[in-house]
């Protein structure tokens, strides 16, 4: 059962890679999110913050690339909101 569920929620799983610009340092992390409606990725909040600390700002650049298209061009995105306070973890 584990197996088909997986195969069809396969197309909506978004791979997230967000990064950053501190001087001469760059900082990256992923996760991982969920396509809700056309063009909408859900994920946790922390995910979008600089190393996963809801208390630090957001990352400067966002990626994705849905999970069957791992190894193409992923596209860039935009924070359309961020709830740090009900954040999961």
Do not use: C, W
């Amino acid at each position: 059962m584990f197996q088909s569920a997986a195969k069809g929620i396969r197309e909506s799983v978004y791979g997230i890679l967000r990064h950053s610009n501190l001087g001469d340092q760059e900082i990256a992390d992923h996760g991982s999110g969920f396509m809700i409606a056309p063009g909408i990725i859900a994920s946790v909040a922390h995910v979008l913050h600089r190393r996963g600390d809801r208390n630090s700002p957001l990352h400067d650049i966002i990626e994705v690339i849905r999970s069957p298209d791992i190894g193409l061009n992923m596209e860039n995105a935009n924070t359309l909101a961020v709830d740090s306070v009900r954040d999961l973890r």
